[in-house]
């Protein structure tokens, strides 16, 4: 699984993102049945997915802020 970048990111609309969020949590959470059960063949696809959540919330924040200001 390949990391997203937040440059890349930022060029996607925030429903877009909101979507990629959706489905990364949902697959979080197969990954995480598939470890508890002894089925994950790499264990490091939890750790790239929570950390592209939250790449992807941290853009959503800055975009908040931005519209706030």
Avoid: C, P, W, Y
């Avoid at 949590?25 to 264990?43: C, D, M, W």
């Avoid at 929570?50 to 800055?62: C, F, G």
């Amino acid at each position: 699984m390949k990391s997203t970048h937040a440059s890349d990111l930022r060029g996607r609309e925030d429903g877009e993102l909101k979507r990629q969020i959706a489905e990364n949590i949902s697959r979080l959470t197969a990954l995480s049945f598939q470890k508890v059960t002894g089925h994950l063949e790499n264990s490091a696809q939890i750790r790239t997915l929570k950390r592209d959540i939250a790449r992807i919330k941290t853009v959503l924040h800055e975009r908040e802020i931005a519209t706030t200001k």
